[in-house]
């Protein structure tokens, strides 16, 4: 069901770059946006969406995602990072077999899809990688995904997830260059070592120097529990961020999931180097990792973005719920306004373009981007409007996974009224 689609009288949340809220008409042609007006009239084999009384927004961009562990939600609850990883969750991604990890995958895009969520940043298992970019391609959802690599047994590793250096990085490579640039460049490889803890140096220079000769991201964990940092440092001598840095690693291909406890400096290695912070508001939360200082981080400009972790560190996948999240957990302490709807909206659309490179293509409903939107129906019994509320303010507070009633990715629709229509078809 590739577009040609126009999609007619939608409210647009465009976040361009005067984050313009219209109302108008979307025409779609192949995989990009030709066209916003009002009036506009169908041309020939157009299929036509009445949007009135819908809200139209830039699909949800999540720059952090394990979609190997959707099949583990439950497993682990009230558990603290590093039991969690030793006790369930390395266990469970060492069981893992092919079928497992296609499905863990299907799963996890379904919900994704379903709860308006465009492009994923996806870090897989060791083993078996191959089956996810099978989903992830049948999906037709975006992504940038890798295997996870852990070369080195810190952290208790189990020996059936230890890995050989250099056979990591070939079957790495192997992955990329089967899937990097799939389906017009739907699929991105991003080199995904998992943490410090479980990496060797000459792992994770390779993997500096394979990201820039290939132009791919390194998507890692970094500086999300206190006890993880303690044994980067019996390791290294150094504080996280700061090893990254003396590695190399910190640039703008960079991607780093959490960054909750940091010093000065590596605030500074943050902003300098343009390295992409992935922040994850429930993750942080259920694994008790921390409250990640997110207004200080914005206040330094440094690229923040969001995502939902894996299934089994918030239990869902829904951006709704980590926006939200994002902004109430600061209020607290930095006052009603330091987080506002808008800023998180931000980070989970045009923030997350700008994280995997894209801000020219995705990100904001622009002519000449993608076409990946979600239309949402905000006129249900939780979100129907009083006079006068700015839509993003009832998107971030007030909406759920259940009021996306469409998905388009790369002008195709993958999700109409609860049907997956990617996902069902048979190939
Ligand atoms: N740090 C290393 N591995 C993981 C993981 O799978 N999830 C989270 N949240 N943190 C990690
Ligand atoms: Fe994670």
Not at 174 to 203: H, M
Request: charged share 25%.
């Amino acid at each position: 069901m590739l577009g040609n689609l126009l999609i007619k009288n939608a409210e647009i949340i465009t976040m361009n770059q005067r984050e313009e809220i219209i109302t108008g008409d979307i025409r779609i042609k192949d995989t990009l946006i030709v066209e916003i007006g009002s009036g506009l009239m169908p041309h020939g084999d157009e299929r036509v969406i009445d949007a009135t009384n819908r809200t139209v927004i830039p699909g949800f961009i999540q720059t952090h995602i394990h979609l190997c562990q959707t099949l583990f939600r439950g497993k682990g609850d009230d558990l603290e990072l590093m039991d969690w990883l030793r006790k369930r969750i390395w266990p469970l991604e060492a069981a893992h077999d092919e079928e497992s990890l296609y499905y863990s995958a299907m799963l996890g895009i379904g919900e994704l899809i379903s709860s308006g969520t465009t492009t994923i940043v996806d870090m897989e298992t060791v083993h078996h990688t191959d089956f996810a970019f099978q989903a992830i391609a049948k999906s037709g959802i975006r992504a940038l995904s890798g295997k996870v690599m852990m070369d080195q047994t810190g952290g208790d590793v189990p020996a059936a997830l230890q890995e050989d250096t250099a056979a990591s990085l070939q079957e790495s490579v192997d992955l990329l260059e089967k899937w990097n640039g799939y389906g017009g460049g739907r699929i991105q490889y991003a080199f995904s070592p998992r943490f410090v803890i479980s990496c060797t140096e000459r792992l994770l220079t390779e993997v500096r120097d394979l990201s820039a000769r290939y132009k791919v991201k390194v998507h890692t964990h970094a500086s999300e529990n206190l006890g993880e940092i303690e044994i980067v440092q019996a390791m290294t001598g150094m504080r996280n961020i700061v090893y990254l840095d003396h590695l190399g690693l910190a640039n703008e291909r960079l991607i780093l999931a959490h960054c909750i406890w940091l010093d000065g400096e590596e605030r500074r290695i943050l902003k300098e180097r343009g390295v992409h912070v992935s922040h994850c508001p429930g993750s942080n939360l259920k694994l008790a990792s921390g409250i990640a200082d997110t207004p200080g981080m914005l206040h330094d400009q440094v690229s923040l973005s969001l995502g939902a972790d894996g299934a089994p560190c918030n239990n869902n996948l829904d951006m709704f719920n980590e926006m939200r999240l994002a902004a109430i957990i600061q209020k607290p302490q930095h006052g009603p306004t330091t987080m506002d709807a808008r800023s998180v909206f931000r980070m989970a659309t045009i923030g997350g373009a700008r994280a995997v490179g894209m801000e020219e293509q995705i990100g904001s409903i622009e002519v000449g981007k993608k076409a990946d939107l979600a239309l949402l129906n905000l006129y249900n019994f939780h979100t129907f409007p009083s006079y006068d509320v700015d839509p993003i303010s009832r998107i971030v507070y007030s909406a759920t996974r259940a009021d996306v009633e469409t998905t388009i990715i790369n002008g195709e629709i993958v999700m109409d009224r609860g049907q997956l229509k990617t996902i069902d078809k048979e190939v």
